[in-house]
């Protein structure tokens, strides 16, 4: 059975930082490419970033360019996603998500709140 255990979400203040983690098990985590995407109230979930496989390449969508970092580490069956200069605009249920051309996973979501 596959699972995604997402864990580091939370409260945090603009202009703060929080690292988010997804821990996969029961596949090959090597072979999926990895990739957070965010869902805000009232509206749709949306890419926020990926990594390949090997972890070569990443992709992140412009909002965040320059303040996320998606990450892997493929002998802990994880990927992060650091997450610093937070905005109000940031809040969201984060979702990690594996995928490769054949199946596509989710995490449980994870709230990230940024707020004074």
């Known amino acids: 059975q596959v699972q995604l255990v997402q864990s580091g979400g939370g409260l945090v203040q603009p202009g703060g930082s929080l690292r988010l983690s997804c821990a996969a098990s029961g596949l090959t985590f090597s072979r999926y490419a990895m990739s957070w995407y965010r869902q805000a109230p009232g509206k749709e979930r949306v890419f926020v970033a990926a990594?390949?496989?090997?972890?070569?390449?990443?992709n992140y969508e412009d909002s965040v360019k320059g303040r996320f970092t998606i990450s892997r580490d493929n002998a802990k069956n994880t990927v992060y996603l650091q997450m610093n200069s937070l905005k109000p605009e940031d809040t969201a249920v984060y979702y990690c998500n594996a995928f490769d051309s054949n199946s596509d996973y989710w995490g449980q979501g994870t709230q990230v709140t940024v707020s004074s």
């Open positions: 990594i390949s496989s090997s972890g070569g390449r990443t």
